[in-house]
């Protein structure tokens, strides 16, 4: 019987995580601190059950048994990040002998089980020194990135081909210094979009060492959460409230990564009220050189919004906000447990847009992904059924697989996370693995969705 849903020849079938995630191993093998060991130390209540990341799911020891487990369901390519703050203790200076021996392992391993390893440079998890220093606020720590980037590259890309610089860089904007959910818990928009600039150039900045590095065969890009922006309805003022979210979230960072520079409207935007960035002399040249070769897009759920209800308080910190208010559409079919709204067709729009407004620029879904509380309450003989989580998988695929048939430039499928995985600050409360994690004795069991995507895999599609 033919496959309804049948992809490319060598489609990418897989899943992503983060190095503070699950490598735990947070005070061993050299490692220095980073934000999150800082944090979770000095406030704990901010972090679900005040679980933080000194253990998480082990894999810094595991990670034998975890890539002979990622085989086994399948995966032919695996997207992992190096820990800067396990690579070069304190951001600047020698590199960790230990952490070198330890991705060396990883990498090795993977390329003997035939599964393509993926690597991102930064995932959150800025080094503690270089964060009292100013963080992404400070041009030296975007001149200290680069160089760990190259560490990186000169270490690695022997073997290593598929090089990311950032992980959804607009989360450490929003998180750390918009909205408080990241440290440093800073709120202040002109500093947020210093940050975000910062971002971009070091991004750029770690393109031109790649390049000059001469890695046969490799590509660098960037990893993004593109979230459409659909506005309530075609009245003008919702799809203006729709149009500067999309700029804010989406294109402060699409635009220089893929066409080189900023939308003249952010730029207009950011000006009127006095948020510009600080930049120097030679940044855009930089920036148009940085141009990424691939796009991972991480998609969860959609962003919906509607022109303001009331002017904001002239007296309050500019934000974002002040341009949208978000809506919530009636009839949506949601998540309950993340409160997040599940729209298949969102994977679909973003690569029709990539397509058609970015050059159909080479990209893949890095992450997509279902994370669901107490999942222990749909055990049956020893196994969870995630029937959900299945359903979730098929109908973003279906959508993806509409796209590839409509000339979207789309080349594989990354779930987050092959395992269950601490959450930044979240820990545990969600689960989105393909195999459950016991945090107690670190036991890896599947799910009934790591039988079914082993399936799809081998097959290279559905029905």
């Given at each position: 019987m033919a496959l309804q849903y049948k992809f490319p020849e060598g489609f990418w079938?897989?899943?992503?995580?983060?190095?503070?995630?699950?490598?735990?191993?947070?005070?061993?093998?050299?490692?220095?601190?980073?934000?999150?060991?800082?944090?979770?130390?000095?406030?704990?209540?901010?972090f679900f059950e005040e679980v933080g990341p000194?253990?998480?799911?082990?894999?810094?020891?595991?990670?034998?048994e975890d890539i002979g487990l990622m085989k086994e369901i399948g995966h032919n390519t695996f997207r992992l990040s190096?820990?800067?703050?396990?690579?070069?203790?304190?951001?600047?200076?020698?590199?960790?002998?230990?952490?070198?021996?330890?991705?060396?392992?990883?990498?090795?391993?993977?390329?003997?089980?035939?599964?393509?390893?993926?690597?991102?440079l930064y995932h959150f998890d800025m080094p503690l020194e270089l964060q009292q220093e100013?963080?992404?606020?400070?041009?030296?720590?975007?001149?200290?990135?680069?160089?760990?980037?190259?560490?990186?590259?000169?270490?690695?890309?022997?073997?290593?081909k598929k090089w990311f610089t950032f992980n959804e860089p607009i989360v450490p904007v929003e998180g750390g210094y918009l909205y408080d959910f990241h440290y440093p818990n800073i709120v202040d928009a002109r500093r947020a979009v210093q940050v975000a600039y910062h971002t971009m150039m070091a991004h750029?900045?770690?393109?031109?060492?790649?390049?000059?590095?001469?890695?046969?065969?490799?590509?660098?890009?960037?990893?993004?959460?593109?979230?459409?922006?659909?506005?309530?309805?075609?009245?003008?003022?919702?799809?203006?409230?729709?149009?500067?979210?999309?700029?804010?979230?989406?294109?402060?960072?699409?635009?220089?990564?893929?066409?080189?520079?900023?939308?003249?409207?952010?730029?207009?935007?950011l000006s009127e009220h006095g948020q510009l960035p600080?930049?120097?002399?030679?940044?855009?040249?930089?920036?148009?050189?940085?141009?990424?070769?691939?796009?991972?897009?991480?998609?969860?759920?959609?962003?919906?919004?509607?022109?303001?209800?009331?002017?904001?308080?002239?007296?309050?910190?500019?934000m974002p906000d002040w341009y949208f208010d978000n809506y919530e559409m009636p009839g949506r079919k949601m998540n309950p447990y993340r409160g997040?709204?599940?729209?298949?067709?969102?994977?679909?729009?973003?690569?029709?847009?990539?397509?058609?407004?970015?050059?159909?620029?080479?990209?893949?879904?890095?992450?997509?992904?279902?994370g669901v509380q107490d999942e222990s309450r749909f055990m049956e003989n020893g196994e969870i059924q995630d029937d959900y989580r299945i359903e979730f998988i098929s109908g973003h695929l279906k959508w993806l697989h509409r796209a590839i048939e409509e000339g979207c430039n789309v080349k594989g499928y990354h779930l987050w996370s092959f395992m269950d995985n601490w959450s930044w600050m979240n820990a545990y409360k969600n689960r989105y693995g393909f195999f459950s994690v016991d945090i107690d004795t670190k036991k890896r069991t599947p799910k009934k969705s790591a039988h079914w995507i082993k399936q799809v895999s081998e097959q290279n599609g559905f029905s």
């Open positions: 079938w897989g899943s992503a995580t983060s190095a503070t995630q699950i490598e735990g191993a947070s005070e061993e093998g050299g490692k220095g601190q980073n934000i999150w060991d800082h944090w979770h130390r000095n406030e704990p209540n901010r000194e253990s998480t799911s082990d894999f810094y020891h595991l990670y034998k190096i820990s800067w703050s396990r690579l070069i203790p304190g951001g600047r200076g020698p590199v960790n002998p230990e952490a070198v021996t330890f991705y060396n392992n990883v990498i090795n391993e993977l390329m003997a089980q035939d599964i393509e390893p993926f690597i991102t100013g963080g992404w606020e400070s041009r030296s720590v975007v001149e200290a990135y680069a160089e760990f980037a190259g560490q990186c590259f000169r270490l690695f890309g022997d073997r290593v750029a900045k770690a393109v031109g060492t790649f390049r000059s590095a001469g890695i046969t065969g490799g590509q660098i890009g960037i990893i993004l959460n593109l979230t459409p922006s659909y506005p309530r309805s075609q009245h003008p003022a919702d799809l203006k409230a729709s149009h500067a979210a999309d700029l804010f979230f989406n294109r402060s960072f699409l635009d220089p990564a893929v066409l080189g520079k900023y939308p003249d409207e952010l730029v207009e935007l600080h930049t120097e002399k030679g940044d855009q040249a930089l920036l148009e050189a940085g141009i990424v070769d691939i796009l991972g897009v991480n998609y969860y759920q959609p962003r919906r919004v509607k022109a303001k209800e009331h002017l904001p308080n002239p007296y309050g910190p500019f997040w709204e599940i729209y298949e067709k969102g994977i679909y729009d973003i690569m029709v847009n990539l397509r058609d407004n970015y050059g159909n620029i080479q990209s893949y879904i890095a992450e997509n992904g279902m």
